[in-house]
Structures are given as structure tokens and as C-alpha cells.
């Protein structure tokens, strides 16, 4: 490798990851609820990723590289998402479910997920040309005194928290762990170009994905027993 491509080597790290999982957020969410979603220009280095009140989501992913991606819900969050979504998709109002801890609402934060990291997944493979899977989003409500820590079996974590706003200023939260990596540009390529993203959404529309099942009671205790619990 000649000195001069040292020089102009473009490396691609954990801040630049997090943005385009961040961008993804936002990316779904605006079309799914019609309504502007936003992250602050701030990001928090943690020291590990928790999930707490008042819903908890979170995805592992594996492959190209390895992590964990947690979604913390504000009630009010939850439930003006939850809203927003299904009256756009045109359900009368007085369909939806008026309180957070309904399953309901847990399956369709579940759902979005999905799509926000499927949305992510897609961009890693264009853009860093690698492959990583995710497995099926898990959903806790969770009360005020439960935190979880998620076990990911990295070697050199790096942990993120970004802030996001409702379009009416709710907040919640994106937490990120992964392995610390860089990639680094060996040649120029052109990023595959993407669908266009209200076509994908038509598209998911028509041949809705089987939303995530609320965990029946044997695999929610697995589930809480694989969080340590």
C-alpha cells in the first residue's frame, strides 16, 4: 500500500456506525408515523447497556461484526409511536389500546424495531460491504425498579447512548454495544444504491411481516433467565 493511500485511507468507526444506525431510527419512524422524529447532537460514551422502563427493546446482531442494539421507551414515547403508526395506517382511534403495558403496544414497538434494524442491516451491507444477521427483536415492560443488562460476550465492548424526541418532544432512548472495529476503505466502490424507502414501506404494507408474539410464559422465563435474571 503506497503512503499516499495511507494518507487518504477513509475509516469507518463506532461514532460512524452509531449515525447510521441513528439515521435509520429516525428514517423509519418518520414514515412510519408521519411525524417528524429527531436525536440530539449529542451522543454519551457508558459503560454497558441496560434495559429499563417503561419499555425495553433490544436485538442482537452477529457476523461482520457483533452487537447489541437497545431501544428504551418512555410510556408517553411508546404509546404517541404506537398511535401515531396505526392511525396512519388508518385504524379509528377508538381501536387502539390506551395503555403501554398492552401487548399490543409492545408487538408494534417490536414490529418498528424490526424494521429500523432491518432498515440498518441493509445500509452495513451497501455501505461497509459486510453481512451482518439480526435475530428477532425482544420486548420487556418493564417498571421502575427493573434494569437489565444484556450479556453480548464482546471482547472490547464500546457502548453509545443517543437521545431521540417524538415529534411531540417524548423521549427515548438508543443504546448501542459493540466491539470496537474500524473499517477501513481498501478501494473505491459504489455503494449499491437502495430502494426507494416509501415503496419498501408499501411493500412491507401489503405482506405484513408476522409481528414479534408477545413471549408465551415458558419462553418469557427463558428469556428473562438468559438475562441473568
Do not use: W
Amino acid at each position: 500500500m503506497s503512503h499516499n493511500h495511507k494518507e487518504n485511507a477513509v475509516v469507518y468507526g463506532t461514532e460512524d456506525i452509531l449515525v447510521s444506525l441513528c439515521n435509520s431510527v429516525t428514517d423509519v419512524l418518520n414514515v412510519a408515523t408521519q411525524s417528524q422524529v429527531r436525536y440530539s447532537g449529542m451522543v454519551q460514551r457508558i459503560t454497558k447497556t441496560c434495559l429499563k422502563p417503561d419499555i425495553g427493546c433490544f436485538v442482537l446482531f452477529d457476523g461482520g461484526f457483533t452487537g447489541l442494539v437497545v431501544i428504551n421507551f418512555s410510556a408517553p414515547a411508546a404509546m404517541e409511536l404506537y398511535e401515531r403508526y396505526l392511525l396512519s395506517m388508518g385504524m379509528a382511534r377508538d381501536e387502539l389500546a390506551t395503555s403501554h403495558t398492552a401487548d399490543e403496544v409492545s408487538n408494534v414497538m417490536g414490529e418498528l424495531m424490526n424494521q429500523i434494524v432491518g432498515n440498518f442491516t441493509g445500509k452495513v451491507g451497501r455501505e461497509l460491504q459486510t453481512h451482518i444477521t439480526q435475530n428477532q427483536p425482544k420486548m420487556l415492560v418493564l417498571n421502575k425498579q427493573v434494569m437489565l443488562s444484556v450479556d453480548t460476550n464482546l471482547d472490547k465492548p464500546e457502548a453509545r447512548r443517543v437521545t431521540f424526541y417524538t415529534a411531540s418532544n417524548n423521549i427515548f432512548y438508543l443504546e448501542l454495544a459493540i466491539d470496537r472495529t474500524e473499517f477501513i476503505k481498501l478501494y473505491d466502490f459504489e455503494a449499491e444504491t437502495l430502494a426507494d424507502p416509501d415503496e419498501l414501506i408499501a411493500q412491507a404494507a401489503v405482506a405484513p411481516s408476522a409481528p414479534a408474539a408477545p413471549a408465551a410464559s415458558s419462553e418469557h422465563d427463558d428469556l428473562l433467565k438468559s438475562l441473568g435474571m
